[in-house]
């Protein structure tokens, strides 16, 4: 009799556990990968849709410029607002970071109570079985379980920091793309204009052959150079094409998705207020050995607080021959083998490696910002002797070109050479606003956004 009861006892123990342990637990349901239903929503992606209307709005509530009308043509304000939405890496670092936040979260957390059920066989023939059942909880008296949160939310604050990042990165990726694309479009008109000038020229030189006024060696150059300058054309056409392909990819968007682009080339970034104390209050790679070095600090008081034990406590029953005994357990683990050594001493090795990241980086920042600002002053001065000598000369020697040979004077080979030097100019007129632009675009990576990041925003 007492053996039956011993029996239901133990049997009804095991399973008000099983149905507490299901009850408690998640359930597996698979997602399959569609490839075929990406794909159709990615060539559906526009400039203007809902996702980007809704953030560009967002955004216009913190900034002057509340303008975001993708139908007049694409500027760059807007293409960097479409790259922070669609860019696909963006979409990936935003889900990475979200497992952190599932981290944090739960981190944290008491340990799940343990039930123990102890069966002992009796010696003798005939003897019943004792049983003793038990459940044990972990009291967290050692500040373990706070200092395990604390961690987590650091690795999330570290986490978040690092999306921002990625995002200022993808912003001057894009800026990069659009400066480059921007000169190549200029390039190109240039060579339709010059092309433009030097069709006409053509076709009268090669009349005034017809009647003696030039030789044919002469007339016969100014075809060599149209054709020079259609090879040019096409080249930088496939240059054009070749970027706007890049602008699309960063900003998300297929090959086939309506976009039309607004070229400029001009960041207008502010020179004087590129200083290290700036990059130390904006640079997102900076801010985020910074969380990295508190996430450090974080796990090394979770290591310290993990060499102070935790109590194992819990209720005790013992059934034995017809008599019941009631009680309580209770563990604590003593402090005087391990102590946890190990992963303090890891932990602090880890901090110091953060420190040094931190300081390393603002030192290679610190320089790469004085290259720069020396890059940027240099390109600022070419474009100013292009600007305001060489091109003013190029034009008049063109014009005195034109004149002569208007009069029908001999003016042929120089006004062949004045086309090719505008030409010339204007490639590098367009170069060097470029390279100040790119020299700039160099500066303000290293200095960091001047807005706020808005990640948690963004669809």
């Not at 400066?179 to 008109?189: E, G, P, T």
């Not at 075809?223 to 706007?244: H, K, N, P, T, Y």
């Not at 992963?343 to 880890?350: K, S, W, Y």
């Not at 603002?362 to 600022?380: D, I, K, N, P, Y």
Request: a negative charge; proline letters at 5%; charged letters at 20%.
């Amino acid at each position: 009799m007492t053996r039956g009861i011993q029996g239901k006892i133990g049997g009804c123990a095991l399973g008000v556990t099983a149905t507490i342990v299901v009850s408690g637990c998640q359930t597996y349901e698979p997602k399959p990968l569609d490839l075929e239903a990406h794909r159709d929503a990615w060539l559906r992606q526009t400039p203007s849709d809902e996702p980007v209307r809704r953030f560009a709005a967002g955004l216009s509530q913190d900034s002057a410029d509340s303008s975001f009308d993708p139908s007049n043509g694409l500027t760059l304000g807007e293409a960097e607002v479409v790259a922070l939405v669609l860019n696909p890496s963006l979409r990936l670092a935003r889900l990475q970071a979200g497992v952190t936040a599932a981290a944090a979260k739960f981190a944290g957390l008491w340990d799940d109570p343990q039930l123990a059920i102890d069966f002992l066989s009796g010696s003798g023939s005939g003897d019943p079985f004792p049983v003793t059942p038990g459940l044990a909880f972990t009291i967290p008296v050692s500040g373990r379980l706070e200092a395990a949160k604390a961690e987590a939310d650091a690795a999330l604050a570290a986490a978040l920091t690092g999306v921002a990042e990625q995002e200022w990165t993808v912003r001057i990726e894009v800026r990069r793309a659009w400066y480059r694309w921007s000169a190549a479009r200029l390039m190109v008109q240039q060579t339709e204009a010059l092309l433009a000038w030097i069709e006409p020229l053509v076709t009268s030189t090669a009349a005034m052959t017809q009647v003696g006024e030039m030789v044919r060696t002469e007339s016969a150059l100014f075809a060599i150079e149209r054709a020079s300058q259609q090879v040019a054309l096409r080249r930088e056409q496939g240059d054009a094409e070749e970027l706007e392909q890049e602008l699309r990819t960063l900003m998300g968007l297929s090959p086939g998705a309506p976009l039309e682009l607004v070229p400029s080339l001009s960041s207008g970034i502010d020179v004087d207020g590129a200083t290290p104390d700036a990059m130390a209050g904006g640079n997102l790679e900076l801010e985020r050995l910074r969380d990295q070095y508190i996430v450090a600090e974080r796990a090394l008081a979770l290591e310290i607080r993990k060499q102070y034990p935790d109590v194992t406590i819990g209720p005790l029953l013992e059934f034995d021959r017809g008599d019941s005994l009631a009680g309580f357990s209770i563990a604590l683990p003593i402090p005087i083998l391990n102590a946890n050594q190990q992963g303090i001493a890891q932990a602090n090795a880890a901090r110091e490696v953060a420190r040094a990241a931190f300081e390393s980086a603002f030192t290679r920042l610190a320089g790469e910002l004085e290259v720069a600002l020396v890059r940027t002053r240099s390109q600022h001065a070419q474009r100013e002797v292009i600007e305001g000598t060489i091109a003013p000369l190029v034009d008049a020697q063109l014009a005195d070109a034109r004149a002569l040979l208007s009069l029908g004077e001999s003016g042929g080979l120089i006004l062949l050479e004045s086309l090719t030097r505008v030409a010339e100019t204007q490639m590098s007129l367009v170069d060097a606003r470029l390279g100040e632009s790119l020299a700039e675009v160099d500066m303000a990576s290293i200095i960091g956004p001047q807005e706020p990041p808005r990640t948690e925003s963004i669809p």
